[in-house]
């Protein structure tokens, strides 16, 4: 799974020269907006228009599918549990258990609108650098403990990545072995214990170091936002595609569509 989402933000597309504000802004309600959608055929309009998305950003297949993956094998499940479960009339039984196809029908626009809205974060986050991000989301006022903890967090996690691989490489060299028995739950137990006392230990200093530099709870960038006509425009085109969407949805004009689907 790749944690460095931003490692193609340097690619010149429509989305990288996005003002990352408006990117944000625009984006975000976009996914606000495919998570309340009810019918099938608008979410996979959604995920079209995802998948748009991440063709304009130009990120390579392979670069979203580690993310997204993970996603879809969470997801799967629900195509047996929801229709299992839902109170609809059933079309067979399974097991005793009633089949219905309107749980089966829910399950497949969840596992749609899923797969959009990870796909639309790839493309709002990878499209420019990490701290950038971070900064247009205190233009946008988000709060300032919020930014800061998304930011702290994504840094140190490849450092708690490489401290883990370190203490990994030092166990082996000692001749240690992962087997399936009780000492190797014992030693990778301590493993554990080990690296959260040493994360923590980091955490202090790193702490310590900042208030020594006048760390007042406020983080200072040199980043400068310069927006123009083309930013605007770009975010009213993802507006009136949002506003449409919603409009369709709560019009419903595809729900006697699916109905003859199911």
């Not at 130009?58 to 094998?73: A, E, H, I, N």
């Not at 047996?80 to 059933?90: N, Y």
């Not at 233009?139 to 800061?148: D, E, G, I, Y």
Request: glycine share 6%.
């Amino acid at each position: 799974m790749a944690l460095d989402i931003d490692r193609y933000a340097h690619i010149e597309s429509q989305l990288q020269t996005w003002d990352p504000r408006y990117k944000i802004f625009s984006l975000f309600l976009f996914i606000i907006i495919v998570a309340l959608l009810k019918t099938l055929p608008l979410a996979v309009v959604a995920l079209f228009l995802a998948l748009t998305l991440l063709k304009l950003a130009q990120l390579p297949l392979y670069f979203v599918s580690q993310g997204l993956k993970w996603v879809v094998l969470f997801l799967l499940p629900f195509l047996l549990i929801l229709p299992l479960s839902h109170p609809g009339d059933a079309a067979f039984r399974i097991f005793g258990l009633g089949f219905a196809w309107e749980g089966f029908r829910l399950a497949i626009i969840i596992i749609i609108k899923a797969i959009s809205i990870v796909i639309t974060s790839y493309a709002i986050f990878g499209t420019a650098r990490f701290d950038v991000s971070m900064i247009a989301l205190r233009h946008l006022k988000c709060p300032t403990v919020f930014v800061q903890m998304l930011l702290f967090t994504y840094r140190y996690l490849f450092v708690f990545m490489d401290e883990m691989k370190r203490m990994d490489t030092a166990m082996k060299a000692r001749g240690f072995i992962k087997k399936a028995d009780r000492a190797t739950l014992t030693i990778l137990g301590n493993f554990v214990g080990t690296l959260l006392v040493r994360s923590f230990e980091r955490t202090e200093r790193i702490y310590k170091a900042m208030l020594s530099k006048g760390y007042q709870g406020e983080l200072h960038s040199l980043v400068v936002f310069q927006s123009n006509t083309a930013d605007l425009q770009k975010m009213g085109v993802t507006l009136i595609i949002t506003a449409l969407l919603i409009g369709l949805d709560l019009g419903g004009p595809f729900s006697t569509a699916e109905q003859n689907w199911f």
